[in-house]
């Protein structure tokens, strides 16, 4: 059974920085594990990809993001990342990992981020 585990998420002030995290856990052969990336849902709207990475590393951001968010990933480890820096109050959302493996779309659970002073 294959496990998307996100960590990282909290409570930041506007324009601070969060690092989240994301490992494939269970029988998982890195091999296997093909585009990743990270959602977001706000309360009332509908989920959307805050930015995807493929295998080979290549990028792509949602326009309201770019320069601010940098996604990466370390296929040894099973591992996405998504840097977040100069934070918004509308960055605040409920983050979600998301992975091909096998080629089937598997979820995290959800980490909370939260913009307030």
């Known amino acids: 059974q294959v496990q998307l585990v996100e960590s990282g998420g909290g409570l930041v002030q506007p324009g601070g920085s969060l690092r989240l995290s994301c490992v494939a856990s269970?029988?998982?052969?890195?091999?296997?594990?093909?585009?990743m990336g990270w959602y977001r849902q706000a309360p009332g709207k509908q989920r959307e990809l805050v930015a995807g990475i493929t295998r080979g590393g290549i990028t792509d951001y949602a326009d309201s993001v770019k320069g601010r968010f940098t996604i990466s990933r370390d296929n040894a480890k099973k591992m996405v990342f998504l840097q977040m820096n100069s934070l918004k109050p509308e960055d605040t959302a409920v983050y979600y990992c998301?992975?091909?493996?096998?080629?089937?779309?598997?979820w995290g659970q959800g980490t909370q981020v939260t913009v307030s002073s």
């Open positions: 998301q992975a091909y493996y096998r080629s089937v779309s598997r």
């Open positions: 269970g029988s998982v052969l890195s091999i296997l594990i093909g585009d």
